[in-house]
């Protein structure tokens, strides 16, 4: 049962983070278990943990850096839920690249898609910043993109809309519905 909850735990957070890795510990701040209604077997995880922090590697280079106050993988719904404030640090060749935060994500284990929900931010490594309140990562294509309101800022750009799709590095993206300033 421990294997199984490891390994399903560790398949879902290296989705996630899209990168391949291993589980390395847990973090030392102090978050307190929220108080939770039963209602029916189906509320309750099969598996959950507080206060966690994930490393993710390949060949010895850190891929990914995940930090989460809970983590709940509910096996019958094949979807693992992360909460208590969200923070990915992505690494390119073992250099850092981007952070990516958020209050709530869902992991779809079936497709590996993950949405992120509620105070969205990615902030890449040459200082751009997206801002939205729902972001949705395509694991098939490796692309982000939203239906709601986003907001991107770069050195040169400042440009709004509704709608968006992007690698997920933010270099190249599309803004549907837009407006905004773009200098020349």
Not at 11 to 28: K, V
Request: net charge positive; proline share 2%; hydrophobic share 35%.
């Amino acid at each position: 049962m421990v294997k199984q909850y490891s390994i399903r735990l560790l398949i879902s957070l290296i989705i996630f983070a899209g990168a391949t890795g291993y589980l390395t510990g847990c973090s030392n701040d102090k978050v307190q278990p929220p108080k939770i209604e039963i209602t029916s077997a189906d509320s309750i995880p099969s598996q959950e943990s507080f206060n966690t922090t994930v490393t993710f590697s390949d060949s010895g280079k850190v891929k990914a850096i995940l930090v989460a106050g809970r983590i709940r993988v509910y096996t019958k719904f094949n979807y693992t839920l992360i909460d208590s404030n969200a923070k990915v640090d992505f690494y390119k060749e073992g250099v850092y690249s981007s952070t990516l935060t958020g209050k709530r994500g869902k992991i779809y284990d079936g497709t590996k898609d993950v949405e992120v929900y509620d105070d969205v931010k990615l902030v890449s490594q040459d200082g751009s910043v997206l801002t939205t309140n729902k972001l949705y990562w395509v694991n098939k294509t490796q692309r982000i993109k939203s239906d709601e309101f986003v907001h991107i800022t770069t050195k040169t750009d400042d440009i709004q809309g509704y709608g968006f799709e992007a690698d997920q590095n933010l270099k190249n993206y599309v803004i549907y519905k837009v407006s905004g300033q773009v200098q020349k």
